[in-house]
């Protein structure tokens, strides 16, 4: 039950309300379980209260404080909370269908199991909220910012996801069917995955991107190699000359440290790739790279390279069994590779790649 004092400083108004607060910091307000069906709360300060189980249903919260408060197991149906401060408010099995929580802030908020159906989340800043659980069936998130938030578990059936900026999303949601990744203005559109509902929509109506996509496809050649002081060398070389012949090189650097999986990074660099070019001089890393791509990948050819004074490193014999796998081009510095890159090495993989990419 509610503190009976607590409850009339709060149904004297605003500003007595307020005052109060501010004169005694120290009190965290105890309204939990308080009837509070349709008060008009707007810009209260609220901030650390007990709201745990409060009927808040159809209240005004717009622009009210209750950042860091507990509202466990609350009834906010149809509540507003327009611009409200929620940042690290608890709302673990709150029931907020049909709320309106546009322009809220609610970074680091905790909505595990609680119930978001058909809210309105539009404009709000959800960074690492927790919505473990959660059931956000019909719910609108448009132009919002869902940045590292939780949705482990978590409904998004049927969720409103125009503009919704997805990064590094923890988690994977129990159901996310029919995504509209529209506005209400346009045909709709849906997808069946949130994290690739931004790019979907960039590719439906972006020209750009369209052609950013065909170019990468194209033109795209990954390099590998070591990059000690003189093999990083030959392999900027390469970089520019692909570069002033209209390829668009990505080179990679094993050696430094990377917070993904690498194999993971390598598979895509190599999937988007028109051809890869290995120089297998000083063999390395080059072998786990190669381990990672070429029994993997075989629509992508690679052409190997090597100084001519050296030999192929012991376990190369094995990629060779593969058809996508070219003799290693031979040179001896890095003039001459430069010099003959385009008959040797360009025009070979080229050829390579139509062979395996040819429609059967």
Same mark, same amino acid.
């Given at each position: 039950m509610p503190?009976?004092? !607590? &409850? $009339?400083?709060?149904?004297? #108004?605003?500003?007595?309300?307020? +005052?109060?607060?501010?004169? %005694?910091?120290?009190?965290?307000?105890?309204? /939990?379980? /308080?009837?509070? !069906?349709?008060?008009?709360?707007? #810009?209260?300060?609220?901030?650390?209260?007990?709201l745990d189980n409060a009927d808040l249903r159809d209240s005004d919260l717009a622009s009210s404080n209750l950042g860091f408060a507990q509202l466990n197991h609350s009834n906010l149906k149809k509540a507003n909370l327009t611009r409200a401060n929620l940042n690290m408010a608890s709302l673990r099995g709150a029931d907020l269908t049909e709320?309106? *929580?546009?322009?809220?802030?609610?970074?680091?908020?905790? %909505?595990?199991?609680?119930?978001l159906e058909d809210a309105d989340i539009t404009q709000a800043?959800?960074?690492?909220?927790?919505?473990?659980?959660?059931?956000?069936? #019909?719910?609108?998130?448009? &132009?919002?910012?869902?940045?590292?938030?939780?949705?482990e578990? =978590?409904?998004?059936?049927?969720?409103?996801?125009?503009?919704?900026?997805?990064?590094?999303?923890?988690?994977?949601?129990g159901k996310q069917a029919n995504l509209i990744i529209t506005r209400e203005d346009e045909p709709t559109i849906t997808v069946d995955n949130i994290e690739? /509902?931004? %790019?979907?929509?960039?590719?439906?109506?972006?020209?750009?991107? $369209?052609?950013?996509?065909?170019?990468? #496809? @194209?033109? =795209?050649?990954?390099?590998?190699? @070591?990059?000690?002081?003189r @093999?990083?060398?030959?392999?900027?070389?390469l970089r520019e000359e692909l570069r002033n012949r209209d390829y668009a090189p990505i080179l990679f650097d094993f050696t430094k440290p990377a917070t993904?999986?690498?194999?993971?990074?390598?598979?895509i660099l190599a999937h988007m790739s028109r051809f890869i070019i290995a120089d297998i001089t000083d063999a390395k890393s080059i072998p786990q790279e190669l381990q990672a791509i070429v029994p993997h990948i075989p629509s992508v050819p690679v052409q190997p390279l090597l100084l001519r004074s050296q030999r192929e490193y012991g376990m %190369?014999? !094995?990629?060779? /069994?593969?058809?996508?796998? *070219? +003799?290693?081009? &031979?040179?001896?510095?890095? =003039?001459s590779l430069l010099k003959s890159l385009q008959t040797n090495v360009i025009a070979p993989a080229e050829a390579k790649a139509q062979e395996l990419n040819k429609p059967r």
């Open positions: 503190n009976p004092e !607590h &409850l $009339r400083l709060l149904r004297s #108004g605003v500003g007595v309300w307020n +005052e109060w607060r501010f004169d %005694f910091p120290e009190i965290v307000p105890d309204l /939990a379980a /308080a009837d509070l !069906h349709a008060t008009d709360l707007r #810009g209260f300060f609220l901030n650390k209260a007990n709320a309106n *929580m546009s322009l809220a802030y609610l970074y680091l908020a905790d %909505f595990t199991g609680a119930t800043d959800l960074g690492l909220v927790n919505f473990e659980d959660a059931n956000l069936r #019909g719910a609108n998130l448009s &132009l919002s910012s869902l940045v590292e938030a939780s949705v578990n =978590a409904d998004l059936t049927n969720c409103c996801v125009y503009g919704l900026s997805v990064w590094n999303v923890q988690g994977r949601p690739i /509902a931004q %790019f979907v929509y960039l590719l439906v109506n972006n020209e750009k991107i $369209r052609d950013v996509i065909d170019t990468v #496809g @194209r033109k =795209a050649v990954l390099i590998l190699g @070591r990059f000690t002081a @093999r990083k060398a030959i392999l900027e070389a993904r999986d690498i194999t993971e990074t390598i598979t %190369f014999e !094995h990629f060779k /069994a593969y058809p996508w796998v *070219m +003799e290693p081009f &031979l040179y001896t510095s890095k =003039a």
